[in-house]
């Protein structure tokens, strides 16, 4: 899954490193997400989103993504609206 780009179709909590801590953040509807990593426990995934290296699960992604085929903007042609 590494490099593949997700647009989602719904907002979704991620997890973002702070000044050493993890804090909630909401990844809104038709953002788009970069697989950059996981983790060993194979339930989460690290993300970029808007340059930042975000934490999802992995099941989320799965639910309110939708891999992007090309490097279009999430949304466009009316799709995610």
Do not use: Y
């Amino acid at each position: 899954m590494l490099g593949i780009r997700f647009c989602l179709k719904r907002s979704t909590l991620g997890l973002l490193l702070i000044d050493e801590r993890l804090e909630f953040v909401t990844i809104p509807k038709n953002a788009a997400v970069e697989v950059a990593g996981h983790f060993e426990d194979q339930r989460m995934i690290e993300v970029i989103w808007e340059r930042k290296r975000v934490r999802m699960f992995l099941q989320d992604i799965r639910e309110r993504g939708e891999e992007m085929l090309c490097r279009s903007v999430c949304g466009a042609g009316g799709a995610g609206g």
